[in-house]
């Protein structure tokens, strides 16, 4: 597509449930990332990928989170028996390589998780 | 490690007022500099980038020069617009990290007629 696309945009989920998020890059685009937006803490930086590899996964908040990329394409965040300050916007972002000087990044509109 | 520190909001101005909204970081290597920004409702959006020492970004009215002797990164514009009033973040990105960017908290731009 013309830009990063993630879904769903919103989703409210029972504390205690798994959630999966889904983000589809840019074409083409070989770097992938994970933040998290809540009004306490900023932008948060979750996770990168270099294709399929994500060489440093000290960035997710808890053992409760993964995340996994396929096919050098689509990625996946996962939240597993999600608590209440899960409750951010999530969002993806993509470049076209990860080994780039002053790389653009993209970001897509985010996906609100609510946790009730 | 690194870390970016860009000033407190919000901030109030008069459209044609100037404005300067001030970046600095830390870095352990030799990082590129961005303002992003962040319009109401929408994803953030690039605004401009320098890679080098001395660089000056710049896009839509607005100017950051990158200062290694200060580790600064200030965003400015000469005249602003009722419809720049968003949320605008200074970031930096290094090797060590895999290019992904480290964010300041944002600043909250609120520009009135």
């Known amino acids: 597509g013309a830009g990063v696309s993630q879904s769903p945009s919103n989703k409210v989920t029972e504390k205690g449930k798994d959630v999966e998020l889904r983000c589809d890059p840019i074409?083409?685009?070989?770097?992938l990332y994970w933040y998290r937006q809540s009004l306490g803490q900023g932008l948060e930086f979750l996770i990168y990928?270099?294709?399929?590899?994500?060489?440093?996964k000290s960035g997710l908040p808890s053992d409760r989170f993964s995340a996994e990329r396929t096919g050098g394409s689509v990625s996946t965040l996962t939240i597993q028996r999600t608590q209440q300050e899960d409750s951010a916007v999530y969002l993806c972002?993509?470049?076209?390589?990860?080994?780039?000087?002053?790389?653009?990044?993209?970001f897509g509109e985010g996906s609100w998780l609510t946790v009730v | 490690g690194n870390s970016v520190t860009q000033m407190e909001g919000p901030v109030t101005l008069s459209e044609e007022a100037f404005l300067t909204i001030n970046c600095t970081y830390t870095a352990t290597g030799y990082p590129s500099l961005f303002w992003y920004v962040q319009y109401p409702g929408e994803g953030l959006q690039l605004l401009l980038k320098a890679t080098k020492a001395d660089d000056k970004g710049s896009n839509k009215g607005f100017e950051a020069t990158y200062r290694k002797e200060t580790t600064s990164f200030h965003l400015e514009k000469g005249s602003v617009q009722v419809s720049d009033s968003a949320v605008y973040f200074c970031a930096l990105s290094d090797v060590n990290s895999g290019y992904a960017l480290n964010f300041g908290k944002g600043t909250s731009l609120l520009v009135t007629p």
């Open positions: 972002a993509s470049s076209v390589t990860y080994s780039s000087r002053g790389n653009t990044i993209y």
């Open positions: 990928f270099q294709g399929n590899s994500a060489p440093d």
């Open positions: 074409s083409g685009h070989t770097a």
